[in-house]
């Protein structure tokens, strides 16, 4: 059974940094392809960050510059470095994990349970 673990959400003020975790247990493979969402208050779930199993990360337009997505294959880990916070920043984070097991396996998605943020101003 696969399971995420998410870690490193909290209060901070404007300029501020947060470190989110998303530990992984239970999936076939090592590498998956991993994004973060997030989701403000009365707003929809949108797209913050993402990484393949090659390594190979993305980032929306609001973010990019300022987060920084990257794993720990020891570890079972993909984290989201957050520099430069700002209130709009300001939501519940979620870690997805999209576990690929072939034309015959199937793809299965999986999410965390969501981690808050909050910057002050």
């Known amino acids: 059974q696969v399971e995420l673990v998410e870690s490193g959400g909290g209060l901070v003020q404007t300029g501020g940094s947060l470190r989110l975790s998303c530990v992984h247990s239970g999936t076939v493979y090592t590498r998956n392809d991993v994004a973060w969402y997030r989701q403000g208050p009365g707003q929809e779930r949108e797209l913050v960050a993402s990484i393949t199993r090659a390594d190979t990360t993305n980032y929306s337009d609001s973010v990019r510059g300022r987060f920084t997505i990257f794993r720990d294959i020891v570890k079972d880990a993909v984290y989201l470095q957050m520099n430069s916070l700002k209130p709009e920043d300001t939501a519940v984070y979620y870690c997805?994990?999209?576990?690929?097991?072939?034309?015959?396996?199937?793809?299965?998605?999986?999410w965390g349970q969501g981690t808050q943020v909050t910057v002050s101003s």
């Open positions: 997805l994990l999209r576990e690929n097991l072939g034309t015959r396996g199937g793809v299965f998605d999986y």
